[in-house]
C-alpha cells in the first residue's frame, strides 16, 4: 500500500478532533473516532496506515520545525535601509522573530507549533500496538521504537522553545468539557519524559538499524542522533561531561550499527528531488510530486517570479527570468547579505544554499540581495513544485555533533570538522589553509563549530537552537537578542493558548492578556 492511500486512510477512517491541531485548539480535546477503535485496529494494514498517516502528520510541522529552530538567529532579515525585502515584498510580521519582537498576539509560532495533534496520535498508537496480536514482533517493535523516538522529538522542540509544556502521554479517548485546564510541567519533568521514552525507543528497536521508506521513517538511528542533542543540551545545564559522553557514545552507536551512513561528496546533491533517500539522510520528511510539496518554502522564503526578473545572478552572468526562475513565491524572509558574505567564496556550501541577486548599474554587479535556493524543486510543464525531501538529521549533523561532544570532554574535534571542511571545499581544500585548526576562528573552538553547522545546516532549522544549546552568550553573541531582555529566550504562549487553557501560565517576562 503506498504513502498516499495510507494517508487517506487514516484521514478518511478516524476523524479527529485532536489535542491542539484542532478546530477548537482546547488543550485536553481527544480522538474521537467516526467508527470504533475496535473496527479499526483489527488488521496490520490499519496499524501500517495509521504510521503513514503519523509521518505525514510530522511532514506537516516542518514550517514550524524550522521556524522554531531557526527564525530568530542570524540569518533572515531585511539589509538597511530597507525594511522590505530587496524585491519590494514586505515583511508581513515575520520580521518579529529576527527582531526579537514577540508577544502573546505576535508569537510567531502558535498553538505549541500544533505538536499536540500528533502527539496524542502517537499516544494511540502506543497504546495500541502494546495490547494488539495482529501485529509481527518486528513490525510491533519497530512502530514503537518509531512512536516513542517522535514523541520525544516533540517534546524538546517545545522544551528549547517554551520550557515548561503540558505533557501528555496518556491515549485519551473521551471528552470532559468540564476539565480542559491543565498546567504545564516543570523543564526537569519534560526532559525526564524526553530522556525516558529515547530509552524505550532504542529499547523498543533493539537490533534493529535497519532504514524503511527511503529514510522517511523515523528509525533507531534517528533515535541516537536525538539522544545526542538531548545529552549535548543537559550536558551544558549541569550534565557536563558525563552526558557528552553518552552523546558521544550515542553517536559512535550509530556509525558502528547503521550500514551505508556518508558524506556524499557533492553538496547540493543532499537536498535533490532526485536523490531522495540517499546515504548522507538518517532521517527526512519526504515530499513528491501530486502527493505532498513543501509548501512553507514558496510561502516565505523565495521570490515571485516576476520581481526576480528585474536582477541578475553574477555567477551565470546573466539576468534572472520568469520562465527560467520561476521561483513563484512571496520573499517574506530574504537571507541577510552579511550571512551570505560570511561564507568563504570556495565554500560549495555557499552557493549550493544562499542565491544572491544583484543590479548591474554601469555594467558593474552590485548585490541588492539573497534567497535560500537549497530546496530547487522540480519543473513539470514550467510550474515548479518544491519537492524536495526536508532533513531532520544526515550524517554531517552526526560529525559535527560528535566533535562538539569530544571537545565537551576536553577530546580534539578536528578529525569530525575536517571531514565536513573537505566535503565543502573539494578541490579547493588545503591541508594547512581550511583544515581545523588552521582557520582564524578555529582559536575558539566551540565558535568553529558553531560557524561550521551554521555553514552546513542554513534553512534546516537548527541555528537556533545551535546557539541556545552552547549557552546564552552565544545568543547574545550572534543574535540581535539582548541580555537585558534575556526572558525573550523562551518564546511567548499565545493568547489563544492561553484562553482555551486556563492552566497554563504565561511564560515570564510577556504579557498574559
Known sequence: MNMKKKIIIILSSISVILFTGSCTNQLDLSPISSISNANFWRTPDQFDAFVSGVHAQFRSNNGAFQSLGEMRADIFGTDPPSSSAFTGEATQGLERMWLQLLDLDNSGVSNFGGFYYNIVQINLLISKLNTTTVVTA??????????????????????????????????????????????????????????????????????????????????KAATLMLKAEVYLWTSYRGGGAADAAIAQAALTDIQTNAAGLALLPNYASV??????????????????????????????????????????????NRQFTSTVDNWGGLLRAPVKITTFRKFNNADTRKWASI?????????????????????????????????????????????????????????????EINLVRARA?????????????????????????LQERLFEFVFEGKRWYDLRRMGDNFVYGHTSLLPADSYKLLWPIDRTSLTNNRGLVQNPGYSSF
Open 138 to 219: 518486528a513490525n510491533k517493535n519497530y512502530y514503537l521504537g518509531i512512536a516513542y523516538g517522535m514523541r520525544a522529538f516533540y517534546y524538546f522542540q517545545m522544551l528549547r522553545s517554551w520550557g515548561q509544556v503540558v505533557i501528555q502521554t496518556d491515549p485519551v479517548t473521551s471528552v470532559n468539557v468540564g476539565n480542559l485546564a491543565k498546567a504545564a510541567s516543570s523543564v526537569a519533568d519534560v526532559t525526564t519524559l524526553i530522556k525516558s521514552d529515547i530509552d524505550n525507543s532504542v529499547s523498543s528497536f533493539g537490533t534493529d538499524y535497519t532504514f524503511r521508506n527511503s529514510r522517511s521513517y523515523w528509525s
Open 271 to 316: 537536498f535533490a528531488s532526485t536523490n531522495r533517500g540517499n546515504n548522507e539522510i538518517i532521517f527526512a520528511s519526504h515530499y513528491q510530486y501530486l502527493e505532498a510539496t513543501n509548501s512553507f518554502i514558496p510561502s516565505s522564503f523565495v521570490p515571485q517570479s516576476g520581481l526576480i526578473a528585474n536582477f541578475y545572478d553574477s555567477v551565470g
Open 425 to 449: 571545499y573539494g578541490v579547493a581544500y588545503t591541508v594547512g589553509v581550511q583544515d581545523y585548526p588552521n582557520q582564524a576562528i578555529d582559536s575558539n573552538p566551540q565558535e568553529a563549530i
Open 355 to 415: 542565491q544572491p541577486a544583484y543590479t548591474k548599474p554601469a555594467g558593474s554587479y552590485v548585490i541588492a540581495g539573497c534567497f535560500t535556493n537549497k530546496y530547487q524543486g522540480e519543473q513539470q510543464s514550467g510550474v515548479r513544485y518544491f519537492t524536495n525531501d526536508f532533513p531532520i538529521y544526515r550524517y554531517a549533523d552526526l560529525l559535527l555533533l560528535l566533535a562538539e561532544a569530544k571537545l565537551a570532554q576536553g577530546q580534539s574535534p578536528a578529525t
